[in-house]
């Protein structure tokens, strides 16, 4: 007997039960398209996924991009940490041999060809970067930047281009554009240059400007912080005193602003965009309690003022009662800022850390990571992915 299919009215009550699904848990919209071909035409259209996305505002971390650390000159490897077992995960191994990740946003994931050290012939060499998309596993390399790239002085971050996208839900084969800024190896000037995807895919000329950024000044190929229409990177200079390198999307303008005074020297964290639109810093002190910081950036001298969370955050308290710690935190932290999510490591477990609910769970991996990249984004099924299955 054919099954009979749902009125309008109830294919309504369906749609709004299925907008309450976690986000975090993709796998459960999935299975509920395979219910029934009605439910598969509720969650693989367009309009459901814009209604998904405005209701819970925040797309999910569905998981973490590390750089598994490296001895003896090895190869970085990009190694995607899932969120819980239930969560997303790349269609084929997560690991990237001779990857290192650079940045993700947008649902993007920029990747740098990192070979071993024995296979460098150069200290200039050209520059291999490529565009992942985790959800579709699909890799786009990108052609070589259009000038010599020397080793610790630069750094690119990805971002979504598409024309009034509020990167809520970005376009998933929509235009992005990378930007690698950096300082020519005298330190006298600092240098832009941006790939567009369209049209044709291509590089702009560079664009160079003096430097504000101190003699001796080297990057750090450490998460940027998009904040309203500006790049952050941090760099370092060689009295091992850290700044921020500011980079204007529309302007193009490159400027220099301080970091707080107590990661002036080590800095233990990462920046991050702020709810309020502001560029923040997250830290763990010295302490190993987590420490949140919001900067006000003057419009004309660029010199930002920094305000600390009169709030601490004490890690090592929300921490299952026999972790065992020996000697501290580690120094690497990922922070997924418009949820609440935290990546830290101890000596030999690590842990994701919700701080809104104040829950710790303990994560498979116990490897050490040297970089940590939170990946967010929403992954709805798309009808061919819905009739592959059914």
Same mark, same amino acid.
Do not use: H, N
């Given at each position: 007997m054919a099954a009979v299919e749902l009125p309008e009215l109830l294919d309504k009550a369906v749609e709004e039960v299925l907008l309450h699904f976690p986000p975090d848990d993709p796998a459960s919209l999935l299975r509920a398209a395979l219910v029934r071909k009605s439910w598969s035409r509720i969650v693989s259209n367009p309009g459901f996924r814009r209604r998904y996305a405005e209701r819970h505002r925040a797309a999910p971390a569905l998981g973490f991009v590390c750089n598994l650390a490296t001895v003896h000159g090895g190869a970085a490897v990009a190694h995607f940490v899932a969120t819980s077992p239930s969560s997303f995960r790349p269609p084929r191994a997560a690991v990237h041999p001779q990857m290192r990740a650079l940045d993700a946003r947008h649902g993007r994931v920029l990747l740098l060809h990192d070979p071993p050290l024995k296979q460098v012939t150069s200290s200039v060499s050209a520059i291999r970067l490529v565009v992942w998309d985790p959800i579709a596993d699909e890799h786009r390399e990108l052609p070589a930047p259009p000038m010599a790239m020397h080793p610790s002085c630069w750094n690119a971050a990805v971002v979504c281009a598409a024309a009034g996208c509020d990167h809520l839900d970005c376009p998933r084969h929509g235009p992005f554009k990378v930007v690698v800024v950096g300082v020519r190896p005298d330190r006298t000037h600092m240098y832009s240059c941006v790939y567009s995807s369209e049209p044709g895919g291509a590089w702009s000329r560079k664009q160079t400007a003096p430097s504000t950024l101190g003699p001796h000044c080297c990057f750090k190929l450490k998460p940027s912080a998009l904040v309203v229409n500006a790049l952050h990177f941090v760099f370092r200079s060689q009295m091992r005193t850290s700044r921020i390198l500011r980079y204007d =999307? *529309? @302007?193009?303008?490159?400027? *220099?602003? &301080? =970091?707080? !005074?107590?990661? /002036? /020297? =080590?800095?233990?964290? !990462?920046l991050v965009p @702020?709810?309020?639109?502001? =560029?923040?810093?997250? &830290?763990v002190g010295l302490d190993d309690k987590l420490y949140l910081w919001s900067s006000r950036v003057d419009g004309l001298s660029r010199i930002a003022e920094w305000r600390q969370s009169s709030r601490a955050i004490n890690v090592k308290a929300l921490l299952p009662a026999k972790t065992k710690i020996y000697g501290g935190l580690r120094g690497e932290v990922g922070f997924a800022g418009g949820i609440g999510i935290i990546l830290v490591m101890t000596a030999v477990e690590n842990f994701l850390i919700d701080l809104k609910s104040k829950q710790a769970r303990k994560l498979a991996e116990d490897v050490c990571f040297d970089d940590v990249f939170p990946f967010t984004r929403f992954c709805i099924p798309e009808k061919s992915l819905v009739r592959s299955e059914i």
């Open positions: =999307l *529309a @302007t193009k303008e490159m400027s *220099a602003i &301080e =970091l707080p !005074c107590s990661a /002036y /020297y =080590l800095p233990r964290g !990462c @702020t709810g309020d639109g502001r =560029l923040g810093f997250v &830290e």
